[in-house]
């Protein structure tokens, strides 16, 4: 199985910029994965954020933050990442790190514990 460890959430200010990672280990090879990134506020349900393929070579974004986060990975080193600018108090959330079962669905077969997002003034 593969596990996913998330980490680069914290406290920002409205404007602020933060980059999320997460190393992957274990299971199938990270490159053979479609993968990406969702968020959780308390109260609500789970919400998809972006997603990337295998090779990198197609992402996808929810409205909510396309044009402000950037998702891109790095197959030598297991890892992903959330650029996130421009970032607004609506992004707060705990942001979760998945393996996808495919790019476009919105099916995941791995997460990762999470990682705190905050945005306040």
């Known amino acids: 199985q593969m596990q996913l460890v998330e980490s680069g959430g914290g406290l920002a200010q409205p404007g602020d910029s933060l980059k999320l990672s997460c190393v992957a280990s274990?299971?199938?090879?990270?490159?053979?994965?479609?993968m990406g990134w969702f968020r959780q506020t308390p109260g609500k349900e789970r919400e998809f954020v972006a997603a990337?393929?295998?090779?990198?070579?197609?992402?996808y974004y929810a409205e909510a933050v396309k044009g402000r986060f950037t998702i891109s990975r790095d197959n030598a080193k297991n890892t992903l990442y959330l650029q996130m600018n421009d970032l607004k108090p609506e992004d707060t959330a705990v942001y979760y790190c998945?393996?996808?079962?495919?790019?476009?669905?919105?099916?995941?077969?791995?997460r990762g514990q999470g990682t705190q997002v905050t945005v306040s003034s």
């Open positions: 998945t393996k996808l079962e495919s790019f476009g669905s919105r099916h995941y077969t791995a």
């Open positions: 274990g299971g199938m090879p990270f490159k053979d994965y479609t």
């Open positions: 990337v393929s295998w090779a990198a070579g197609e992402t």
